[in-house]
C-alpha cells in the first residue's frame, strides 16, 4: 500500500509565530540604538561651554579694592537659547543676588561668541593670547568691562548691570571656553 505523506505545514505555523517576534527584535534594535546614539551625540544645535566669572569693585582688573570674588560659569544651549548659570568660588563673599540667567540669540563662531543674557546683548572675543592675566585665560572667549578700566582690559562687551547686586561701575569679566 501506497502511503500518501500528508504535507506536513508545520514549518508555515512556527513562521507564523517567528516572523512578528522577528520584526520586533529588530525594531527594538533599531530604536536602542537610536536612542543611544542620541545620548551620546546630542543635537547639534546644542552647546555647552565652561568658565568662570569675576567682578571687582576696582572698576578695573588688577588694582585697590574692597571687593572681589570669582564664580564658576557654565553656559548651555539647545536651539539656540539656554541659560549661564555661576556658582560663588573664591572671593569676599557672594554679591550676586541671582545665579542663573536666560540666555538667548546665541551665535559663536571663531573669533567671537555673541549672545543676549537676560535680553541684554553681550559679545565674547577669542582671546588666544591673554596678557592681562598673564596667559591664564588664553584659548577662551572673553567679555570684559570696567568702570576705570584701561583699553585693552575692555574686550567684547558686556556690562555689570546684567548681574543683580553688583555695582555699575564695578570691572567684570566672563571667560568661556
Not at 97 to 123: C, K, M
Request: glycine residues 10%; contains cysteine.
Amino acid at each position: 500500500m501506497l502511503f500518501l505523506r500528508r504535507p506536513r505545514y508545520d514549518h508555515l505555523m512556527r513562521a507564523k509565530f517567528y516572523t512578528p517576534l522577528a520584526l520586533f527584535l529588530v525594531a527594538a534594535a533599531i530604536l536602542v540604538t537610536a536612542g543611544l546614539l542620541y545620548c551620546l551625540n546630542p543635537d547639534s544645535g546644542s552647546v555647552s561651554m565652561n568658565g568662570s566669572f569675576l567682578a571687582s569693585d576696582a572698576g578695573q582688573s588688577h588694582g585697590g579694592f574692597e571687593y572681589v570674588a570669582v564664580w564658576d560659569a557654565s553656559l548651555v544651549i539647545y536651539g539656540g537659547s539656554g541659560r549661564l548659570t555661576l556658582w560663588p568660588s573664591s572671593g569676599l563673599g557672594d554679591a550676586l543676588t541671582r545665579h542663573e540667567y536666560f540666555v538667548s540669540s546665541f551665535y559663536s563662531n571663531q573669533t567671537h561668541t555673541a549672545l543676549s543674557i537676560d535680553g541684554i546683548p553681550v559679545v565674547l572675543v577669542w582671546t588666544a593670547n591673554d596678557t592681562v592675566w598673564n596667559h591664564s585665560y588664553d584659548n577662551y572667549y572673553i567679555a570684559s568691562w570696567g568702570g576705570s578700566a584701561p583699553p585693552d582690559e575692555i574686550r567684547g562687551a558686556i556690562s555689570p548691570a546684567i548681574f543683580p547686586g553688583l555695582v555699575g561701575h564695578y570691572y567684570v569679566e566672563l571667560r568661556l571656553r
